[in-house]
C-alpha cells in the first residue's frame, strides 16, 4: 500500500502512515531526532540515494515534521525537528524496543533509553492519564469511535 492509499482510510494509524510509511522515512525521523540533521550526514548514515533522500526531506519539510534552515556562513542547509516531530518520539522508541525484543538474535545493534540525569533505564509503557500509573497492555481495551 502506498502512502496515497493510506488517506483513504478513514484511521489515525493509516493517517500517520500517510506521513511516515514511506520507505526510508521513519528511519529519517529516527537519525534527525537523534542529532544527525546534514544532508550529508544523514546519506552516509543510512546509505539511502540522494534522489530518494532530497524527495523524502522535501516531503517531510511539507508535511511539517522537519524544518529545512540553510547553515550560517554556508550555502547548505541543515533538517531540525518540529514540534510535530518530537511528538513522533515515543512512537519510534517503543518500535525500537519492540524489534529489540523480537528480532531474535542478540547481536547487532541494541538501543539503550535512559534519564538524562539519573542514566537510569527507562522504556515506553502505557499509564492512566489521570495519576500516571502504569497499566499492562493486557489490560487496555481500544475502541475505534467513527465520527
Not at 493509516?14 to 531526532?33: E, H, K, M, P, Y
Not at 511539517?64 to 515515543?90: D, E, F, M, V
Request: net charge positive; aromatic share 6%.
Amino acid at each position: 500500500m502506498t502512502t496515497r492509499n493510506y488517506r483513504r482510510q478513514d484511521c489515525p494509524i493509516a493517517f500517520a502512515l500517510s506521513i511516515v510509511g514511506d520507505q526510508w522515512t521513519i528511519l529519517l525521523i529516527r537519525d534527525v531526532l537523534s542529532g544527525t540533521n546534514r544532508f550529508d550526514d544523514l546519506q552516509k548514515r543510512l546509505g539511502i540515494s540522494r534522489n530518494l533522500l532530497t524527495r523524502r526531506l522535501k516531503q517531510l519539510v511539507a508535511d511539517g515534521i522537519l524544518i529545512k534552515r540553510q547553515l550560517p556562513n554556508s550555502r547548505r542547509h541543515a533538517y531540525w525537528p518540529t514540534p510535530k516531530c518530537t511528538a513522533l518520539r515515543p512512537s519510534i522508541l517503543a518500535l525500537a524496543e519492540w524489534g529489540q525484543s523480537w528480532r531474535g538474535d542478540a547481536g547487532g545493534t541494541r538501543v539503550e533509553i535512559t534519564e538524562t540525569d539519573s542514566g537510569r533505564a527507562v522504556g515506553v509503557r502505557f499509564c492512566r492519564l489521570d495519576d500516571g500509573q502504569e497499566v499492562s497492555p493486557a489490560r487496555i481495551t481500544v475502541k475505534r469511535i467513527s465520527g
